[in-house]
């Protein structure tokens, strides 16, 4: 077992009608004037939104509501939850939706506690975060697993710029998890959350080093999600599935499905572009671009890709070529009967692109060419860009 740091720090509450346990919870953890930050007007219409800030005022926690977070969370948006915020003295931030509700509250708790500085500065690692004030999440989307995970993700509109900061101050305080909370979600959501969860453990999975049990912990937890997935694209209000599925996305990005490796993250670099680029859903960006992610570098650590195909999909054979490339062929062949694209092609959001264009995602992937992504293997600006070229229309499988 390689060595490693394990902190995850967030308490969980999973199960039937834990968000009645809202107030009680913030008030464990020292708020009293809380801003409760959601998307769009679904946790407005499912009457959640006014059932959690009426648990908190009967509690006397003071609760202004901020609506309005992106499925891609954007800068600007972040930025006018800090104003108000500040304007409301809020002592706790409070995420009530998915990962995009999430990650925005998480900007607004870092921005609301140091208002003197500019919020994209944390997020380019020009400056480094060293305070920040209490998050909590009510979770009604299985995808991100923003509620117990150390990272958020914001979009600068103006730059085109997506970027994602990993810090310990990122993790939540507690998370509310009631499976039932994400029963009325549209399938092609349902879908592109399990596409989400999966390439959160594929992209520790996939790394140079081995780590018995936590690779073994790995391969179980991407079993179930492919198993309950599909499950709950059939019926999104299967408890069952639906459960797995919500905790599933909290092991999964919470550091466990990789610990004593070395994440290789290039599949969601990728995705980011995309996403920036033409706003398109995130687990649809990982999806879109996977499988040719994957038939590029498999060469690198081939009996990596023969065990995955062994040990997640069932397949069985000797020959170590032949199992790594089934293995490829079986995950993208399963997001496409989850309704998953698996080109640019494929991607309503995207289409298929000029060469110029792969040329400039390749660009922004390296930040300008200033990095190079990837742990299985280092992808430079050339291997980035034949990858997209890979992935525009379909070509495998």
């Known amino acids: 077992m390689n060595s490693f740091t394990y902190y995850s720090p967030t308490e969980i509450i999973f199960g039937r009608d834990t968000e009645l346990q809202t107030a009680a919870m913030v008030r464990k953890y020292g708020g009293t004037r809380v801003l409760a930050v959601y998307g769009g007007g679904s946790v407005v219409r499912s009457g959640l939104l006014d059932r959690v800030c009426g648990s908190l005022k009967e509690a006397g926690i003071a609760c202004t509501p901020f609506g309005g977070a992106k499925a891609n969370p954007t800068l600007d948006h972040a930025r006018e939850g800090v104003k108000a915020a500040?304007?409301?003295?809020?002592?706790?931030?409070l995420g009530i939706g998915g990962g995009s509700a999430i990650d925005t509250a998480k900007a607004i708790a870092i921005g609301a506690a140091n208002p003197e500085d500019d919020l994209w500065d944390f997020w380019t690692r020009t400056k480094t975060v060293t305070k920040d004030l209490p998050v909590g999440a009510v979770l009604t989307i299985s995808a991100a697993g923003s509620e117990s995970s150390n990272s958020a993700v914001l979009t600068n509109t103006e730059t085109g710029s997506?970027?994602?900061l990993g810090i310990d101050q990122n993790r939540p305080?507690?998370?509310?998890m009631n499976p039932e909370l994400t029963m009325t979600l549209p399938v092609y959501q349902v879908a592109c959350g399990v596409t989400d969860i999966?390439?959160?453990t594929l992209d520790r999975y996939f790394n140079p080093l081995d780590n018995e049990l936590t690779d073994a912990i790995a391969e179980a937890l991407l079993r179930t999600v492919i198993a309950k997935g599909a499950a709950a694209v059939k019926d999104p209000h299967d408890y069952d599935?639906?459960?797995?599925?919500?905790?599933?996305?909290?092991?999964?990005?919470?550091?466990?499905?990789?610990?004593?490796?070395?994440?290789?993250?290039?599949?969601?670099?990728?995705?980011?572009e995309l996403s920036a680029m033409f706003d398109t859903a995130h687990g649809a960006s990982l999806a879109t671009v996977w499988e040719s992610w994957a038939q590029y570098v498999w060469k690198q650590k081939p009996a990596r890709f023969a065990r995955y195909a062994k040990n997640v999909w069932g397949i069985q054979g000797e020959e170590e070529s032949a199992l790594a490339l089934a293995g490829i062929r079986a995950t993208g062949d399963f997001f496409r009967s989850i309704g998953m694209p698996t080109s640019f092609e494929e991607n309503p959001d995207v289409g298929v692109q000029e060469e110029s264009v792969l040329q400039d995602l390749a660009l922004r992937c390296t930040f300008?060419?200033?990095r190079t992504i990837g742990t299985f293997q280092v992808l430079g600006e050339e291997d980035i860009c034949q990858i997209y070229r890979n992935a525009n229309t379909r070509q495998n499988g």
């Open 241 to 272: 599935a639906m459960s797995e599925i919500m905790w599933a996305g909290s092991l999964s990005h919470n550091g466990l499905t990789g610990l004593g490796g070395s994440g290789d993250f290039a599949v969601h670099q990728l995705g980011h």
């Open 173 to 176: 305080r507690f998370a509310i």
């Open 162 to 164: 997506k970027r994602g």
């Open 86 to 93: 500040l304007e409301q003295n809020a002592d706790f931030i």
């Open 368 to 370: 300008g060419h200033t």
């Open 198 to 200: 999966m390439m959160h």
